[in-house]
């Protein structure tokens, strides 16, 4: 089956440095990867998501990057803002199937005012 | 249009008692799942049910069962409940255009 690494678990960044968080997949047949956010007590939410025929794709400040050959994907926000804290989970999915999604442990990310 | 819900919202059990969670989703997808969430840990998957009529086991089912009622509703239930299965359970759903995953709010079950 698929497994998913994400690193790292715990992130701290002054407000307006950028943040990167890794993710790495183990199938090649893997095709969508998202990521979702987790403000405290809250429900995790879709932010951005990557198909495997892209990438690069950007929302504002924020980016993801996918290289399929080394199996691995990246969350880029820049100008981090407080409200940017959160817990931040990638995951691995096939796409147009009912089939489970692969989530990574999580990342604590903390913006320093 | 309320997306995915969950009943209840909290719930505290004692050890050995029965329990379902109820998920509904008014977003006409046909893939449901359970999550489980433990404090540091990530998202768990317990059962899912790819379309209506089908159920599969994720990576932690011991202790749970599940039903997919019809293409709305996919219960969660806890035969009788131990104090490991204190956590946060999360519903979702999937759709399968834009293969976007949407969550519930979430129940927060402890067990005494």
Redo the contacts between chains.
């Keep these: 089956g698929e497994n998913v690494e994400q690193h790292p678990s715990t992130l701290s960044v002054q407000e307006g440095d950028s943040a990167v968080i890794k993710c790495t997949y183990s199938d090649s047949a893997s095709n969508?990867f998202?990521w979702y956010k987790q403000e405290l007590g809250?429900?995790?939410?879709?932010i951005i998501?990557i198909r495997s025929n892209v990438g690069e794709k950007k929302d504002q400040r924020i980016a993801v990057t996918l290289n399929k050959t080394a199996k691995h994907f990246s969350l880029h926000i820049t100008e981090t803002q407080p409200e940017d804290s959160a817990v931040y989970?990638c995951?691995a999915?096939k796409?147009?199937?009912?089939?489970?999604?692969y989530?990574?442990?999580?990342t604590s990310l903390t913006v320093i005012p | 249009n309320a997306g995915v819900t969950q009943t209840p919202k909290f719930q505290v059990l004692k050890t050995g008692q029965s329990m379902t969670l109820q998920c509904a989703q008014d977003m006409n997808h046909?893939?449901m799942?359970w999550y489980r969430q433990d404090p540091g840990?990530?998202?768990r998957?317990i059962y899912?049910?790819?379309?209506e009529g089908t159920t599969?086991k994720?990576e932690v089912p011991n202790g749970y069962n599940v039903s997919r009622l019809n293409k709305r509703e996919f219960s969660l239930r806890l035969e009788s409940a131990a104090p490991s299965q204190t956590s946060v359970y999360?519903c979702a759903s999937?759709d399968?255009?834009g293969?976007?995953?949407?969550?519930?709010?979430?129940t927060r079950l402890t067990v005494l």
Excluded at chain 1, 103 to 106: L, P, R
Excluded at chain 2, 99 to 106: A, D, K, R, S, V
């Design positions: 969508y998202p809250k429900r995790p939410q879709l998501d989970f995951a999915a796409r147009n199937t009912g089939n489970q999604f989530f990574g442990t999580g | 046909n893939s799942y840990m990530g998202l998957l899912y049910s790819a379309s599969d994720g999360f999937r399968l255009l293969n976007t995953q949407y969550f519930g709010p979430g």
